[in-house]
């Protein structure tokens, strides 16, 4: 096998969902610049540059809404998985398993807890709700700058950043995107006790039961 096949195999799940990720953004440029334009010239507006909506609040604040949504939900999976339950499912650890660990299993994980710092055992989680921060505040300020566009586009006046975060419309978008990763965590997690997808590490193996809890977090 050739090393540029080998890169390839070795990280095609990757490159998958880079490309996967390239393909909507260009979807979603397209179709939002002509969905802008088509609301500018209902309103007897000039049409926008490519330029121009590239740049605009709305759409990098499309971006930051759907990310901060999607970094959420992998924090939150994430955290509740290593202090959480729920028997069955695969991507979390067996609620049964540390009542009959031994004094030995108990001792290399103290060991480990002393050989990395508090930092590293969570580098993960805080890394992920950092990107999380990041995307809510760009969230913030994008935000209040495409709503400042559509209230232009009414005659109405500017919202400062301040005034855009305590407003129903910030915390709508919050909200509607939250509610969807959420709910796909729910149905993620009770389907995986049930369903299997066979060599997928977030599946049980093909012949558990439903009552068998995978060892993904462990």
Known sequence: MSSIARIVRDNSMSILFGLLFVAALAGQAVTGYHEANQQLAARGRAAMSVGSWLTSGGFVNAMAVNWQAAILQLATLVLAGAVLYQRG??????????????AEDRQREADEERRFTWVR??????????????????????????????????????????????????WFENFQTWEAEFAVI???VVLTIFLREERSAESKPLGASEATTGETND
């Not at 499912?89 to 031994?102: G, L, M, Q, V």
């Not at 760009?138 to 700058?145: N, R, T």
């Open 89 to 102: 499912a695969s991507h979390s650890r067996d609620p049964d398993k540390e009542k009959h660990e031994d």
């Open 186 to 188: 729910l149905v993620f």
């Open 121 to 170: 055992r969570h580098s993960l989680s805080l890394a992920l709700f950092a990107f999380f921060l990041l995307a809510f505040t760009a969230h913030l300020f994008v935000g209040a700058a495409a709503y400042n566009e559509q209230r232009s586009l009414a005659g109405q006046g500017p919202l400062t950043p301040t005034a855009y975060a305590a407003s129903a419309q910030f």
